[in-house]
């Protein structure tokens, strides 16, 4: 079972690498508290992980399009976090 709560992950993650109008944000939007919980048992000050999440999901965006696998995103994702 995924920690991600969206059984259409894969399909959403095709559409941001398609650049589908609005398909990045819905992505933040099921991964953001899988990755802030990540952030914060490896940082204790909301500014730095809030700063911590800025970075990844920027990294996120300019990346996504490398990701072979959506199935390893969950995996991906984690790691650019920590």
């Not at 300019?62 to 072979?68: F, V």
């Given at each position: 079972?995924?920690?991600?709560?969206?059984?259409?992950?894969?399909?959403?993650?095709?559409?941001?690498?398609?650049?589908?109008?609005?398909?990045?944000?819905?992505?933040?939007?099921?991964?953001?508290?899988?990755?802030?919980?990540?952030?914060?048992?490896?940082?204790?000050?909301k500014e730095d992980i809030?700063?911590?999440?800025?970075?990844?999901?920027?990294?996120?965006?300019?990346?996504?399009?490398?990701?072979?696998?959506?199935?390893?995103?969950?995996?991906?994702?984690?790691?650019?976090?920590?």
């Open positions: 079972m995924s920690i991600i709560e969206n059984s259409n992950l894969t399909e959403l993650i095709a559409d941001v690498q398609n650049d589908v109008e609005g398909a990045f944000e819905k992505l933040y939007k099921e991964t953001i508290k899988f990755s802030y919980s990540i952030a914060s048992l490896l940082l204790t000050n809030e700063d911590a999440l800025q970075n990844s999901y920027m990294y996120v965006a300019k990346s996504i399009k490398d990701l072979k696998n959506p199935d390893s995103f969950e995996n991906w994702l984690s790691t650019i976090v920590k």
